[in-house]
């Protein structure tokens, strides 16, 4: 009998973002992907969102790495705060390695991480895991599907793909490879991506989008033109030149990862613009605008990013003026609608034409639509599947695509975050489940948790309101030393306000005499009999729900 193997989904798996899973084989894990998530517009003031590491920190010793399967940060963005915590080994194509190693440098983690590159088609054994891995076609170069050969029969995990039949680099998504793999060895558990299952037929090539690029900047002559995009989408920068360059304009970028991006891509030979085409945009401003292109960041509308500078008018190296034309070519990621709408407001706001994937045809998906994601199954022909990497909608439509295909409906396992599955000689089976909370993270302080994020929530919406009541030894015990005060912000103003003030007042002190009636001593006693009485007003009153904060002064913490 062969030893089990398990599967463990950290994240991604109802959601669109922070991919992470693990494989544990012979009692090592390696995981497939450590990304982030960009919060939506509910989760006030967080930056980025984080799988939670807890089962991984617990088993730190036995990580022996992380397959980055591209360069994507929902893949990758996490890395930094893994190799942190956790040295281990990461592993992936040059480019995939070379985006990591910014997201790693910037966590000072670099030191932890022993980096393996590898190549197409390569095969490598690293621990018990024997990986091979094949090339893939998506909106970033050299992203791979992963064979993991396991004492249980091959998984294979697509990564993020499409079935691009005529790509930038000519680097066709490897079916026949794939195909090899499932007449030789039998695919036993193919995990695949699902984010565009609901969407009906064949995503648009890549190559397709540079010509509709030429066209609109033909049609655009004397005009300076702008063109936002994700700045690891090397092979739509690529196109943007190429289009710039044919229509007799030089290029230059804007925004920290677009100018490294492209340093990185044209070093390494993935992106080919000319020196004499290229201009520092230092001197921009100087150049003639009918003559420039200019290849930015910020396509997501982030509010620091180049993009939404130059919409607010705080761009140091160039200002937007009439006539200007302004592309996304992008599309926004679930989460970022309202920002990119309030980034595109203000550019037209400053006299600009903007054209987005709403008015023309300036970007392809990079994810497999349904007749894409039915040639993978008919070729990888796997005896279990478990789709991945969607909300669950998506995977709940990839499972019917799975079935239609000829997966038996017993063999479709639908899993979300902190689900594990055990692969066996019988089959599959539902193993116990791991953590998957939202780790919330804002600025440089740390992590923040769920509840620390309801309090937000309830802030935003509500606003507060504090009772502050002031405790003093009196001979019998305890007494009101003082009538309470009543703090509020973001709540009921002017005379109303003063008046619900007054009544809460009165409640609270009501509240506080009948507790020390009643023998409470303590401040959490006390508290939380405030906290009673002054929710109850509060909602009987206005139908509202503040945040309440009750505070007892000068009585000791515990005791009671
Ligand atoms: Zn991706
Ligand atoms: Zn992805």
Known sequence: ?????????????????????????EGRIMLIDCGLMFPDDDMAG???????????RENADRVEGVVATHGHEDHIGALGYLLAEIPCKVIGSALTLG?????????????NAEFIEVGDNDR??????????????HSVPNGFATAFHTPQGVILHSGDFKLDMTPVDRRLTDLAGIGHLAKDDGIRLLLADSTNATA??????????GANLEDLFRARDGRRIIVACFASHIHRVQQVADAAIASGRTVATLGRSMNRNVAMAREMGLLRIPDDKLRAIEDVEGLDPAKTCIISTGSQGEPMAALALMAAGENRFLTIEDGDCIILSSHPIPGNESAVNGVITGLVRKGAEVIHSGTARV????????EELKVLHSIAQPEWFVPVHGEYLHMVEHAKIGERMGTPADRIVLCQDGDSI??????????????????????????????ALHDRRILGREGFISAVVTLADGPDGLVLA??????????????????????????VRRAVEDALADGARTRPRIERAMRRSMGRLVNRETRMRPMIVPVALGAPDDGD
């Open 1 to 25: 009998m062969a030893s089990d193997v398990r599967v463990m989904f950290f994240g991604g798996l109802g959601e669109i973002g922070r991919n992470c899973a693990a494989i544990e084989v």
């Open 46 to 56: 967080i930056d980025i969102v984080l799988p939670d590491f807890t089962w991984l």
């Open 99 to 111: 985006l990591a190693k910014h997201r790693i440098d910037e966590h000072q983690a670099g030191k």
């Open 124 to 137: 490598i054994q690293v621990g018990p895991f024997d990986l091979e891995f094949f090339p893939v076609t």
């Open 200 to 209: 009906p037929g064949f995503s648009d090539s890549e190559t397709s989008i």
């Open 363 to 370: 970007h392809a998906t990079g994810h497999a639509k349904s």
């Open 422 to 451: 055990v692969l066996n000689d019988d089959g599959i089976r539902r193993g116990s489940s791991v953590s998957s909370e939202y780790i919330y993270v804002q600025g440089s302080v740390g992590e923040l948790d769920e509840s």
């Open 482 to 507: 003082a009538e309470p005060e009543i703090i509020s912000r973001g709540w009921v103003k002017g005379d109303e306000g003063a008046q619900l003030a007054k009544t809460i007042g009165a409640e």
